[in-house]
């Protein structure tokens, strides 16, 4: 089973309102990612956590916060975000971050729209 | 640097036709190499991958071949069908890290 799981599928929000994506794997991986990725683009990342420690952050503003609460669960908090924040939000795992245990599994992403 | 270099298209086939969608690569050491595939509306998929030099990977009908020597991992397919129609995406991870550098992406579209 190579499945990562994110919710919600859609998120529409104001750019004053707080919200949470959140994203789970069981495939007892031990990094976890977030991309960020506009219409015809290739994704780009955002974050990495190994351990469940953030070891990478690609300079995001921030209003965008990750959080791992578990070695399963990836969260990331948005606040005070802008229009242009509009775009699909992807959730990636993989075994680690070594070559040869890096293979990156992707979830369905979400949608986010920014008011 | 590493950087990723594919078609960048659309491209536009008929179904039961070859596809060949050309990806070649400039990293240092010995990257693994991926193609992606992206439905409309949907995440991305791992559609194969190789972690060698003169690994073929294979999947769903579709081959791709580590070419160390002329830096290429190529795409290919002997017979699309119209549910292949998405965007793929070329990409490789680094001998020293974890980062995935993608190429722009190709999109495919197949006609019955």
């Known amino acids: 089973d190579t499945e990562v799981t994110q919710t919600p599928k859609h998120l529409v929000m104001g750019m004053t309102n707080k919200k949470s994506l959140k994203c789970e794997q069981h495939?007892?991986?031990?990094?976890m990612y977030w991309y960020k990725q506009k219409a015809k683009k290739p994704p780009e990342l955002m974050f990495v956590?190994?351990?469940?420690?953030?070891?990478i952050n690609e300079s995001v503003p921030s209003r965008f916060s990750p959080e791992c609460p578990n070695s399963s669960l990836l969260n990331l908090h948005l606040h005070a975000l802008q229009p242009e924040d509009s775009a699909l939000y992807l959730c990636?795992?993989?075994?680690?971050?070594?070559?040869?245990?890096?293979?990156?599994?992707f979830g369905p992403g979400t949608r986010l729209t920014v008011l | 640097g590493n950087s990723v270099t594919q078609m960048e298209g659309p491209v536009t086939l008929s179904e039961e036709a070859f596809l060949t969608i050309n990806c070649t690569y400039t990293?240092?050491?010995?990257?693994?190499l991926f193609w992606y595939v992206q439905y409309p509306g949907e995440g991305l998929q791992l559609l194969l991958k190789?972690?060698?030099?003169?690994d073929k990977g294979s999947n769903k009908g579709f081959e791709a071949t580590y070419r160390k020597e002329t830096t290429s991992f190529h795409l290919e397919k002997g017979s699309v069908q119209v549910s292949d129609s998405a965007v793929y995406f070329c990409?490789?991870?680094?001998?020293?890290?974890?980062?995935?550098?993608f190429g722009k992406g190709t999109l495919l579209t197949v006609n019955p």
């Open positions: 990636a795992s993989s075994l680690g971050t070594a070559p040869r245990s890096d293979t990156q599994y």
């Open positions: 990409a490789l991870s680094g001998s020293s890290n974890y980062k995935l550098t």
């Open positions: 495939m007892g991986h031990r990094a």
């Open positions: 190789a972690t060698k030099a003169d």
């Open positions: 956590y190994s351990y469940e420690k953030l070891s």
């Open positions: 990293a240092t050491g010995y990257p693994s």
